[in-house]
Nanobody
Framework: QVQPVESGGGLVQAGASLRLSCAAS????????AGWFRQAPGKEREFVAA????????QYADSLKGRFTISRDNAKNTVYLQMDSLKVEDTAVYYC?????????????????WGQGTQVTVSS
């Protein structure tokens, strides 16, 4: 079992950068692929980015390619989401999740363990 805990959210102006962290405790973190999802008010949760166990493969939502970067440090049991050139529409609660049986997935149903989320608010 793995328990992810997100941090790094906050209030920033449009155009700024922010880095989210997801620290995982419990089982061996390197056995799990990881992903970031987000949910804006009144909208469904959507896929943001995913990374494989050894960082060999990554995947992004098409609309976020070039602005967001996912990475991980298995020695620190941590996954990161670097967000650049933030836009007002990036405002959402960002969730970290881990999956054991898939290499990469955009489907939230494939992720077994979820963090509580961290709020990111981008002002104009």
């Amino acid at each position: 079992q793995v328990q992810p805990v997100e941090s790094g959210g906050g209030l920033v102006q449009a155009g700024a950068s922010l880095r989210l962290s997801c620290a995982a405790s419990g089982d061996t973190f390197s056995l799990y692929s990881a992903g970031w999802f987000r949910q804006a008010p009144g909208k469904e949760r959507e896929f943001v980015a995913a990374i494989s166990r050894s960082s060999v493969a990554t995947q992004y939502a098409d609309s976020l390619k070039g602005r967001f970067t996912i990475s991980r440090d298995n020695a620190k049991n941590t996954v990161y989401l670097q967000m650049d050139s933030l836009k007002v529409e990036d405002t959402a609660v960002y969730y970290c999740a881990v999956a054991q049986r898939v290499t990469l997935s955009t489907n939230a149903a494939n992720y077994r363990y979820w963090g509580q989320g961290t709020q990111v608010t981008v002002s104009s």
